[in-house]
């Protein structure tokens, strides 16, 4: 017998040999029917595959992150199947699944694959999907997967077999299909039962722009029809809350080719919204003790020598400026810290004036591939929301503390309910790759996960991501939607004050050196701007909104009473603008409808000579007539609602 320990802690005996979907029909008929894979001492497995030790022991299913891409993994094996019967002598390269299902890279020859044959593809996936055919797993030895895809003529899977040890290859085979595949799998076909080919796109052998370009199907298969409908449903809403697509439609930020890929021109309505961004963090950061500090874009190389990032991005990026008579060289900014080092620097610090927070909206500039651009998100130039914590060792776990209480702050403003955060350390296989002692990563390791937990964050540990000066701590939200966006981050470092050589003077007389704490809770305004488009689908918390209402006067005659209004609006920090077209009313309010404005103020005769404003609200349509003072207060009370206060 062996001892099978399931995830809520019980053990139970089960004869050697017994496998995961017998563990499942032992417990439930109705959990057997769902079973997808089973997770042996952290290993996933076929459900069919036999157990010989004592273990920890998981069943996955459709609901497990594991249980879905296996799902997903399996459904390319028929996805190639559905290709192979449809184009005999199509060959094959790999067929991962994704964070959204799945691909296959295929190369048909001289056909191609368009989007006209998609639904003749998935009907063949779903009629093989019926037959429900297994998943039967073989192993096979290196010359026989040889033999076999030699006859095929598939010359992928001969390249894949090459670094592969003989003794530990196997075949999976469902219906008239074989591939060459660790696995796991599901058990059988049948558990697909909807099927959906998003895109095709090119794509090179093995990542190699020399080698032979492949054609990528990308798809989606689930359990449910249901379940892909609303996956569908959900793309959609997606594509419609696009920030680059919104981005344009509201006029918040544009791109030039002239001006260069990936540098991001803010129009004056998104120069508005980012502002007001920036005040709110401002305020937040008196209020927590930071000190604002500006430092140039660009910077000498000797700077970045000292700082590290010459050596280890130097050649990634972009190349130094060089002065035409001196010869210096100097490099844009990709980083604000080694300035904030230099800032450090510029007097003797006692251990009374730490913890010292120099925070700076630090614009900075970084390298990326023109394939890896992509809207606000991914960016050549942004400005961090930057700060720089120098602290005494005694100080690390309590700063860090206070950084944590910021971000969740900026979150529960911003309406991210939704979070949860990364804590990212070294990998201990590979220590070389990160600078400094192993004394300072095991201090700053041990100074995050506490602090951490003492605020209650859910965090999930992963080894090998932390930054090559320190670990860190990632956040991560969840937006309306519920897809996941990595923001803020917080970083402790033990390196950059040895390079730079920063001291302080201890209670004791002698010299020390400080901590220092990296953090930004945007991340970047771009790529936060970005994420906050796509939250709210550009509807923004009035308090934010670049534009709070619009002022339409019926027709010309009351062109002064709108004037006279909106200078009353004005007055009291409200802000819009007076829609003077010679258009119908309909049409004025039909604009700033798509414009997404919070509130509209339509005056004509009536209330001009009543001294009153008819007020339509989004979302809620009209609110009837009102004296100015009254939509004055109710705009103050909607905005306050809004504001959440900044606890110290
Ligand atoms: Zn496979
Ligand atoms: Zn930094």
């Known amino acids: 017998m062996i001892k099978i320990k399931l995830p809520d802690g019980n053990v139970r005996e089960y004869a050697q040999g017994t496998t995961g979907m017998d563990i499942a029909l032992s417990i439930s008929e109705g959990l057997a029917r769902n079973v997808l894979a089973a997770k042996v001492n952290g290993k996933v497995v076929d459900a069919s595959l036999p157990i010989n030790e004592d ?21 390319a094996h028929l996805l190639a199947e559905a290709i192979e019967a449809l184009h005999p002598g199509t060959k ?24 006209d044959e998609f639904k003749k593809i998935e009907d063949k996936m779903l009629e093989l999907a019926r037959q429900k055919n297994q998943y039967q797993r073989s192993e096979v030895s290196k010359a026989d997967a040889i033999k076999y895809f030699t006859e095929k003529g598939d010359e992928y899977k001969l390249e894949l077999l090459e670094g592969l040890e003989d003794g530990s290859i196997t075949f999976y085979q469902q219906g008239n299909f074989t591939d060459l595949c660790r696995g796991p799998h599901i058990p059988n076909t049948g558990f697909i039962k909807a099927v959906k080919l998003m895109s095709v796109a090119g794509a090179y052998w093995r990542g190699d722009t020399s080698r032979k370009q492949m054609t990528r ?129 510029t007097k003797p610090r006692s251990y009374r004036d730490l913890p010292l927070r120099l925070a700076e909206f630090g614009t900075v500039y970084r390298y990326e591939q023109s394939g890896e651009l992509h809207g606000l998100t991914r960016v050549r130039g942004f400005t961090q929301d930057d700060a720089h914590i120098f602290c005494r060792p005694d100080q690390v776990e309590d700063e860090f503390m206070k950084v944590i209480d910021l971000v969740l702050y900026v979150f529960k ?18 220590k070389e790759k990160y600078i400094g002692k192993d004394e300072d990563w095991d ?46 981050t917080i970083q402790v470092d033990y390196q950059l004050p040895q390079r730079f050589e920063l001291e302080y003077t201890g209670s004791d007389n002698q010299k020390h050196r400080p901590v220092m704490i990296h953090r930004a809770p945007f ?90 404003v008819s007020v339509r609200k989004k ?29 110290e």
């Open 55 to 75: 273990c920890d022991f998981q069943l996955l299913t459709w609901n497990d992150a594991d249980g879905k891409s296996t799902f997903w993994h399996s459904s």
């Open 92 to 115: 094959f390269g790999i067929g991962p699944a994704i964070e959204t299902g799945f691909y296959y890279d295929i190369d048909m020859g001289d056909k191609a694959l368009s989007a």
């Open 217 to 345: 199907v990308y798809a989606v298969t689930f359990p449910k029809q249901k379940e892909l409908e609303e996956y569908l449903t959900l793309l959609e809403e997606a594509k419609r809350r696009d920030h680059r697509k919104l981005g344009k439609e509201l006029e918040l930020f544009a791109f030039s080719e002239k001006v260069g890929m990936g540098l991001p021109l803010w129009l004056p309505k998104g120069t508005m919204l980012r502002e007001r961004l920036e005040n709110f963090l401002r305020r937040a950061q008196v209020r927590a003790g930071y000190s604002p500090v500006i430092t140039p874009h660009i910077a000498s190389k000797e700077l970045y020598i000292t700082s590290g990032h010459y050596a280890k991005y130097g050649a990634d990026s972009f190349q130094p400026i060089r002065t035409p008579d001196e010869g210096e060289e100097f490099f844009l900014k990709p980083m604000n810290c080694p300035h904030h080092c230099e800032i450090y620097k």
């Open 413 to 430: 403003a911003l309406g991210f309910d939704n979070y949860s955060a990364q804590i990212s350390l070294r990998d201990p296989e590979n």
């Open 443 to 488: 201090k700053a390791e041990a100074a995050i996960i506490k602090s951490a937990a003492a605020k209650g964050l859910p965090t999930v540990v992963e080894l090998g991501e932390a930054a090559f000066y320190g670990p860190k701590l990632d956040f991560m939200v969840k937006d309306a939607l519920g897809r996941k966006w990595q923001l803020g």
């Open 523 to 612: 991340g970047s305004l771009e790529r936060f701007v970005a994420i906050l488009i796509e939250n709210t689908a550009g509807n923004f918390p009035l308090w934010l909104s670049p534009e709070q209402l619009a002022v339409l006067p019926i027709s010309e005659k009351y062109e002064d009473y709108a004037n006279e209004i909106f200078l009353r609006l004005q007055e009291n920090d409200l802000r819009g603008y007076i829609d003077h077209r010679d258009e119908k009313i309909g049409r004025k309010i039909r604009d700033a409808e798509v414009n997404k404005l919070p509130f509209m103020l339509i005056v004509g005769e009536k209330e001009s000579e009543q001294g009153m």
């Open 619 to 647: 979302g809620e349509g009209d609110l009837g007539m009102m004296p100015i003072d009254q939509f004055i207060s109710l705009m103050q009370g909607e905005i306050n609602k809004n504001i959440v206060r900044f606890k």
